[in-house]
């Protein structure tokens, strides 16, 4: 695997830890390294420790950090795992995007513009099941109901019984072309998705279950919130409403105090070279 993150909103990631330039931070996704690599090179008294749950992207971070070695810390886990070490932070940075490392890579099977098995896993080694094994095992009701809570999608319980009625018929197999397609037919899922694939939220609900993200956002803020240093500072990537009203809810209950009135957004610049950015806001808080 190659290294082709391209890291969102650097600069404004680079302001919100100005005033943790002599501190210790907290980079628990550390993916692509490409904003740990802006942070330690603009502010040379600052030290990071990294983690991720995904193998393959700490050894890619490695290479790419290797002149900071004295700097950084890596650990490899999820960051609800990352979070019980004795530090107390002085910052927290948090992408909570998947990398293009992970998304243009067969063996994650995130995506249906190319061909692969329906994996969706996160963690490497991998752990857990599969988005297939979730399609196979579950109940209508079962997979209707995580395609209403993850995708919010209209209609989950007709798109539930005929993606089953696709597998057991044979028409869907593991294969996330296979999968899309088959989405592609309904009508009524067209019409409610006008501005992406019909697939879009269907693949983003899998991910979501298959790897526990909202459920393990959720025991980080409230394990998170005691390891904090005053002052320090709590910047978090969002992609979806989803992560975004977990966040909020937690800032209210805490009292943290939002450093900008309003999430940061990519400019229309930075839009158009990186597509990708273009659903992202970074909300940053102070204890």
């Not at 072309?177 to 998705?193: I, K, P, Q």
């Not at 409403?241 to 450093?259: C, T």
Request: hydrophobic share 40%.
């Amino acid at each position: 695997m190659t290294n082709k993150h391209i890291p969102i909103l650097v600069k404004e990631v680079l302001e919100t830890f100005e005033p943790c330039k002599e501190g210790v931070v907290l980079d628990g996704t550390l993916g692509g390294a490409g904003h740990a690599e802006a942070l330690l090179t603009a502010y040379p008294h600052l030290k990071i420790f990294g983690s991720d749950q995904d193998e393959n992207a700490l050894t890619l971070a490695k290479i790419r950090l290797q002149k900071f070695n004295d700097r950084i810390e890596y650990f490899h886990g999820n960051f609800v795992e990352a979070v019980k070490s004795p530090v107390f932070w002085d910052g927290i940075l948090l992408d909570l995007g998947f990398s293009s490392n992970q998304l243009e890579a067969k063996d994650y099977g995130l995506s249906f513009q190319n061909d692969a098995f329906l994996d969706m896993r996160l963690c490497r080694p991998a752990q857990g099941k599969t988005a297939w094994e979730i399609l196979c095992e579950t109940t209508d009701q079962e997979l209707a109901e995580i395609l209403k809570t993850y995708g919010e999608i209209p209609g989950s319980h007709r798109i539930s019984r005929k993606i089953h009625e696709g597998i057991f018929g044979g028409k869907i197999h593991n294969s996330t072309l296979s999968l899309a397609r088959s989405l592609e037919s309904l009508s009524f899922l067209r019409h409610s998705s006008r501005t992406h694939h019909p697939a879009t939220l269907v693949f983003q609900a899998l991910r979501i279950a298959v790897n526990n993200e909202l459920e393990n956002l959720d025991r980080f803020l409230k394990a998170v919130t005691i390891k904090l240093k005053p002052k320090a500072r709590v910047a978090i990537l969002t992609f979806h409403s989803l992560e975004d009203r977990i966040i909020k809810r937690w800032a209210k209950d805490k009292n943290m105090r939002a450093v900008y009135k309003k999430p940061l957004l990519p400019t229309d610049q930075e839009r158009k070279q990186n597509p990708r950015a273009r659903s992202a806001k970074l909300r940053v808080y102070e204890a």
